[in-house]
């Protein structure tokens, strides 16, 4: 991988969310019935941090079950073998969850960016626990997904995030991060959870009900608003695809940076350049 070798922790973006209070924006970051905390960004950022170390180890198995009724790991399955190939990042990777679907891909190398110490600790476990009879290479690094700046402009063909936009302070920062770092004829990978457009009342007796207590546990906004999120970064990123599940509530997208992002990009490193 072309990473520098200067690699910073950024962490002073991601934040837990832990209260929720009515709002009549729908900027993505929040909802009509939004999640919010009234503990300052430091102090936000070390709860989620902390939470997320606490619940790395049993991380799998408390999600495990549910996923696998879900079908979530269909999806999991379906979006990389479809799309993932080349040099690919992954971001919020968490434990590793996309490890064997990576592996069934065209993936030829993958980085996995994951903030949390703990959760990168379990995912450099899976990592070498297949690394030798796998021909995908692995690489784990801890770091912030809204400041990729250990990785270059246009450097992988897929950049992936699995249920990771309802976990950052900033997702639509990362969003950009995600443009920015994938190559013009590349695809980004979204498998995402959020409010339904669809079905009013899961959102209004289920996911607002439960949003702050689900933040709390498991450092996860499930109810943001998702077309919203895609909209603010319309500028820079074409939909492909898009299909929703379970009643609206998971979003399957795939991306491709917009081209005329990319030319504006090559245009300032050009004049760079010149300097």
């Known amino acids: 991988f072309r990473v520098k070798k200067e690699f910073q922790d950024l962490d002073d973006e991601l934040a837990l969310e832990t209260a929720r209070q009515e709002h ?113 290479q692995f690489a784990v690094r801890q770091g912030d997904s809204h400041s990729l700046e250990f990785c270059p402009d246009q450097g992988f063909d897929t950049v992936l995030d699995t249920f990771g936009l309802c976990s950052y302070q900033n997702p639509v920062q990362v969003l950009r991060e995600m443009v920015r770092v994938c190559k013009p004829n590349g695809k980004i990978l979204l498998l995402e959870h959020g409010r339904s457009k ?23 906004i499930w109810n943001r608003d998702l077309d919203a999120l895609l909209e603010q970064v319309g500028d820079v990123m074409d939909i492909q695809i898009l299909d929703t599940w379970h009643f609206g509530t998971t979003y399957y997208v795939v991306c491709q940076p917009k081209q005329r992002q990319i030319d504006s990009q090559m245009d300032k490193r050009a004049n760079d350049q010149k300097r």
Request: charged share 25%; with cysteine; net charge neutral.
């Open 24 to 136: 009549s924006g729908h900027d993505g970051s929040c909802c009509s019935c939004v999640t919010s905390s009234i503990l300052g960004n430091a102090d936000r950022e070390n709860k989620r941090v902390e939470q997320f170390s606490r619940i790395a180890k049993c991380y799998d198995k408390a999600i495990g079950t549910d996923e696998f009724f879900m079908g979530i790991g269909l999806l999991r399955r379906v979006l990389l073998g479809w799309h993932a190939k080349g040099t690919c990042l992954e971001v919020g990777a968490g434990t590793g969850r996309n490890i064997e679907y990576f592996q069934k891909s065209k993936a030829q190398r993958v980085l996995m960016v994951e903030l949390s110490e703990n959760m990168c600790e379990e995912a450099k476990a899976k990592v070498e626990s297949v690394q030798e009879n796998n021909s995908t």
């Open 198 to 220: 669809k079905w009013d009342w899961i959102n209004d007796f289920f996911l607002d009900k439960n949003a702050a207590e689900h933040a709390k546990n498991w450092g996860c």
